[in-house]
């Protein structure tokens, strides 16, 4: 328990119970403060190891944190930042990799998810204490800095270059997927066939529950005010990350202002959509695609989602529910305020 306290967290809870090797009780360990949100794991068969592994598993969350935010000095992606405009930097070969695919998916999602959407982040500091409405001028400004195509990966090096100056990376919208990965696959290394790893929302699913039928995922109802799951998924082995307005957000005169900006309007995205869950088996790509999708939208966001034969549950301001054909069996309503409606053939919900 010593190295949990060093952490210094704000919150540590273990719940110790079901120690037999297939028990169906998990043993739980909950933190919060890490990747800015608070985070729970929980091992089903790993008997008197779980504490070490659940351990060992914050260990990695914590490195992965420590070297991905830009929340606090150091870390490598504010090294990176602050040597944007003038030299490359070489990083860890875990974040040369994270930027291959975030940049992927920059480039495929065209843009709606942007890895180097720091200069609007920071403008607009969302959940900071700093969060405004900034000036058309001052968006404008952030918007011309914020461009994945300026991001340079020298393989051989193993080093990341932003090109222009004040450009800024941020690796918010992927590092939670990421950490969820690396603990899962931490896990899996260490013999451990059942678990549930909840990272601030974003799931990862080892296996399935003990009586062998799938683990029960809700999707929260995204619509600010309202609260409960609109519905239920059920689902083993996969990874489940949603992508909602109402994660973060702050109100003036009305409005809501929240955390996912699209690139497009240097505004928060305005897409129709409250909430983008994506389902597929590697966190990293789950949690890019659900933020591209929030700022697609259904029709493109569906057929960016089937491109990586993900699926996905988008929940529109119109309170539907578009659930995509491979979650249709594993879906099930929660709330009868919603509708739920099926994709039509070739992605999105109509042609125009
Ligand atoms: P998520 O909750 O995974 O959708 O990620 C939201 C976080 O990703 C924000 O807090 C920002 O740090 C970052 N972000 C916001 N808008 C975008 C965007 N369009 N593309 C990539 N990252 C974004
Ligand atoms: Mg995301």
Redesign the pocket.
């Known amino acids: 328990m010593k190295r949990h306290i060093l952490f210094g967290f704000l919150l540590l809870s273990m719940l110790l119970s079901g120690c037999s090797r297939e028990g169906t009780l998990p043993v739980s360990m909950t933190k919060d403060g890490l990747l800015g949100t608070i985070i729970t794991l929980s091992v089903y068969d790993a008997g008197e190891d779980s504490q070490n592994l659940l351990s060992g598993c914050f260990e990695k969350i914590s490195d992965i944190d420590s070297r991905m935010t830009v929340r606090s000095p150091g870390g490598e992606i504010n090294a990176l930042n602050d040597s944007a405009g003038a030299n490359p930097i070489k990083v860890s070969g875990d974040i040369y990799r994270l930027f291959s695919l975030a940049l992927d998916v920059s480039k495929t999602s065209d843009g709606?998810?942007?890895?180097t959407?720091g200069p609007l982040?920071r403008l607009w500091g969302i959940g900071t204490a700093d969060e405004r409405v900034p000036e058309r001028s001052e968006i404008e400004a952030a918007r011309g800095l914020v461009s994945w195509q300026d991001v340079l990966q020298d393989e051989s090096e193993g080093s990341v270059f932003l090109k222009r100056e004040g450009m800024l990376a941020?690796l918010?919208?992927i590092a939670?997927g990421y950490a969820g990965d690396a603990a899962s696959d931490f896990l899996r290394e260490n013999g451990v066939r059942r678990a549930v790893l909840d990272l601030g929302g974003n799931i990862c699913l080892i296996g399935s529950r003990p009586d062998g039928t799938g683990w029960r995922v809700g999707v929260r109802n995204p619509v600010v005010g309202e609260s409960g799951n609109i519905g239920t998924l059920r689902l083993e082995d996969t990874s489940v990350v949603t992508?909602g307005g109402y994660?973060?957000y702050f109100e003036k005169d009305g409005k809501i202002y929240h955390?996912?900006?699209?690139?497009k309007t240097g505004y928060p995205a305005d897409s129709g959509l409250l909430s983008a869950t994506i389902v597929c088996k590697t966190s990293a790509l789950a949690?890019a695609l659900?933020?591209a999708c929030?700022?697609l939208g259904v029709k493109k966001g569906a057929k960016l989602a089937e491109s990586y034969g993900a699926e996905y549950v988008f929940v529109t301001d119109g309170r539907e529910i578009i659930v995509s054909r491979g979650l249709s069996d594993v879906f099930t309503l929660r709330d009868e305020s919603f509708t739920v409606r099926p994709p039509l053939q070739g992605g999105g919900e109509e042609t125009s």
């Open positions: 709606a998810f942007d890895v959407v982040v941020d918010g919208g939670k992508s994660e973060r955390h996912i900006l699209d690139p949690d659900s933020t929030f700022v």
